[in-house]
């Protein structure tokens, strides 16, 4: 707690939200400061604090007092509730919750944002979002501009539209690749930061990343692979796995992304569809002091050519533990040392924009996920999207746990190395106290989580007591978030912003998201991104404040091709016309727009889920479960939980008469099947048995209709 400093220094003017007068609000007890597990001297002076507060100050500035000088990580998080709630007890709920954090004036001055406005001469945040729209072109080219991205030969063009939107050309004319642009910053600058499962913290400078990565595109070429080769990485988010992603793009190959989660038969699934044709992996993932095996199951996978990396056990055990030394190599696989070339320069084989770098998965409705090639441009995307929307600096550090599989693990490469920040990884698992010390003692500026770890985090109280300070900002992003998980996230680190962002694979970052200029709401988006736009439709095609939301191309990002399906029916058949737009592009979210112009995510309009930051389609999850025994039929259905937050998993299950009374045994089945043949990442809340499914006149299933009686169900 600390002292009576500034109150009287505040500003008293109202801010929109706020109803009532000072004099209106209620006064706290101390029984109610104590109730909150708060000790009794304790309890007392800051019951002295925020009553004068409530007394004298409008809610919005009296909340920044609060936490400024009164509330602090270490308080119990009922105590962050309580006073949060007594502080906003007028606030009109028309407009979602109230914020709980506010930029100041300098907070705004010190962003990225501010510097592009007054580039501009732009006076607010709103006018900067409608003229990004309004001019993308000029948008894209500054910012291309800010990023110094290189070009081996420039464009003449930004964007060429004679295809149309669905088909956009850009970057006319030139010739480049993307990773030349990921090492501008000074060569002994820290580029990751690591550590390995009970290890220390390691430092990878820009200058030795730039080297490994030479390193891996030579060795590539020694190997006989050409460019436009598509090599998959199966592997965690390591130093090295880095290194081999950006050394396959600049040796003018395309990175084939899997995550390491997956099992065998998915892995052979993405293997065949990317018609990889090499792979690099690591013989095990040690995490919790378990090796867990890979390479095992890439050869179960029948993989192409495997280059196998040794892993090798925490600093602390002072002694290298040689794992490869009992693990028989397949005919034809080399070890890593054996692979790695002695030549530490290479000159980047530059392409045309619209060539393919990286092919990533999304599932789609059917079983089979959608490929989806990422292409020079898209990287661009992703470094702005971390620019402006995260403000990330030269310098900064950024941890995101997450894997090359899914596109923010391409996506922090970008945004980290294109703008001369640092990638910090931390190879153990981060439900452990162990990852907050990382974060700690790392001094990771910029955090990002899916809402189900915090929600894991919470339960645990395992980040109690940590030191958060050098956070400036989290983002939250894979699946909804509930408001109380990211209230709490906030208060671990003295009530710093979460930037919530939303889009996919096939848009490289995001499409609707917030800044560090507006205040924060948790759980609430503040702004489209930048860039780009999109609009809310209700089912007959309406304008509306709470319906499907549709992008309004064209944006560097936005996919314009599917390696394995129509692309034009995936994203623009059938969407609705506007007057004086261009066509919409579909991309399956419910969003809610409030009275003060922030979002709310209302979860999927299709049968795509997100379970855990993952996405996946019903389909996918139902030919698994289907071929299990008793089972007649199942469908899978995503459910939000009543207060809000991440999705959870819910399957109808029409069953032999023999399995309806053995509802526990078979959830235990299912859930087996789910992990063996899926990924154990996702778990079935509930199994409901019932006689028949709902189906429409052409006998579909109507998931909407299971997914509304759940919900009633579960509410009473």
């Known amino acids: 707690m600390r002292g009576m400093r500034g109150m009287r220094g505040q500003g008293r003017q109202g801010r929109q939200g706020d109803k009532g007068t000072r004099e209106m609000r209620a006064q706290l007890s101390l029984e109610q400061i104590i109730a909150c597990g708060v000790e009794g001297n304790t309890a007392i002076a800051i019951l002295r604090q925020v009553n004068e507060s409530l007394a004298l100050l409008q809610p919005a500035d009296c909340w920044q007092y609060i936490v400024q000088y009164i509330l602090e990580p270490n308080h119990p998080f009922a105590l962050h509730e309580l006073l949060y709630k007594t502080t906003f007890s007028k606030w009109d709920s028309s407009q979602g919750l109230p914020p709980a954090w506010f930029p100041s004036k300098e907070q705004i001055q010190e962003t990225n944002i501010a510097a592009l406005m007054k580039t501009l001469g732009l006076n607010s945040y709103p006018e900067l979002h409608a003229w990004s729209a309004k001019n993308r072109a000029e948008f894209w080219e500054i910012m291309i501009q800010r990023l110094g991205i290189h070009f081996r030969e420039k464009y003449s063009q930004i964007i060429d539209l004679s295809n149309g939107v669905e088909s956009p050309q850009w970057l006319v004319g030139a010739r480049f690749n993307i990773i030349e642009s990921c090492f501008s910053a000074p060569g002994d600058a820290p580029a990751i930061l690591f550590q390995s499962d009970r290890g220390s913290i390691s430092t990878v400078t820009y200058g030795e990343l730039q080297s490994l990565t030479n390193q891996v595109a030579n060795g590539l070429v020694e190997s006989g692979f050409l460019p436009g080769d ?29 995550a390491d989660s997956f099992a065998a038969s998915e892995i052979a699934m993405r293997l065949r569809l990317s018609n990889a044709q090499a792979i690099f992996t690591q013989n095990y993932i040690l995490r919790g002091g378990k090796q867990l095996p890979l390479y095992e199951k890439v050869i179960a996978a029948n993989s192409p050519k495997a280059i196998v990396i040794e892993t090798k056990m925490g600093n602390e055990d002072r002694e290298t533990v040689s794992l490869l030394a009992s693990l028989k190599l397949r005919p034809g696989d080399m070890t890593w040392e054996d ?210 939301a549709f992008i309004i191309p064209p944006s560097i990002g936005l996919s314009a091709k599917l390696l394995n399906k129509d692309h034009h029916q995936v994203y623009f058949a059938n969407t609705p016309v506007l007057p004086s737009s261009n066509p919409l592009r579909r991309h399956g979210d419910q969003i809610e727009r409030l009275t003060n112009g922030y979002y709310i995510a209302r979860g999927r309009v299709d049968d795509t889920m997100n379970l855990g930051g993952i996405k996946v389609s019903s389909a996918e999850i139902e030919q698994v479960l289907n071929g299990e025994p008793g089972i007649c039929e199942t469908v899978a259905i995503a459910v939000s939980p009543p207060q809000g937050g991440p999705s959870r998993l819910v399957i109808y299950a029409v069953v032999e008469p023999e399995m309806q009374q053995n509802k526990a045994a078979l959830m235990t089945s299912l859930q087996a099947a789910i992990k063996q043949n899926l990924n154990p990442l996702f778990k079935i809340h509930d199994l409901v048995v019932v006689n028949t499914l709902p189906r429409t006149a052409s006998n579909k299933v109507m998931r909407r209709v299971l997914r509304e009686q759940y919900c009633l169900t579960e509410n009473h």
């Not at 598509?230 to 899997?258: D, F, H, N, R, W």
């Not at 999207?385 to 950024?398: A, E, K, P, Q, Y």
Request: glycine letters at 10%; a negative charge.
């Open 230 to 258: 598509t090599i998959a990485i199966v592997m965690p988010m390591t130093a090295e796995s880095v290194a081999i992603y950006l050394g396959i793009i600049k040796a003018g190959c395309v990175v084939v992304s899997i």
């Open 339 to 548: 692979f790695l070339s002695s030549n530490h320069q290479f000159d980047a084989i530059p392409a045309h924009p619209a060539t393919a770098i990286n092919i990533l998965f999304s599932s789609g409705t059917t079983g089979e996920p959608k490929t989806i090639p990422w292409t020079q441009t898209t990287p661009i995307k992703c470094a702005v999207d971390g620019h402006l929307h995260h403000d990330i600096h030269s310098g900064d550090r950024v941890a995101w746990h997450t894997n090359l599989g899914w596109m923010m693990g391409p996506w922090l490469i970008y945004a980290c190395l294109i703008n001369g920040a640092t990638i910090a990884l931390y190879y153990g698992v981060p439900t452990e106290r162990e990852y907050g010390y990382f974060i700690q003692n790392a001094k990771v500026n910029l955090l990002g989580i899916v809402p189900s770890l915090v929600s894991q985090w919470k339960t645990t109280a395992c980040m109690q007591g940590l030191d958060w300070s050098a956070i400036k900002a989290f983002s939250s992003t894979g699946e909804c978030s509930q408001p109380q998980d990211m209230h709490y996230l906030m208060s671990l680190a003295g009530y710093k912003p979460i930037i919530e962002y939303c889009g996919g694979t096939e848009i490289g970052g995001s499409y609707i998201t917030g800044t560090l200029v507006q205040p924060c709401i948790p759980s609430t988006f503040t702004t489209p991104a930048l860039g780009l736009d999109f609009v809310i439709l209700d089912t007959e095609g309406n304008s509306a404040n709470k319906g499907e």
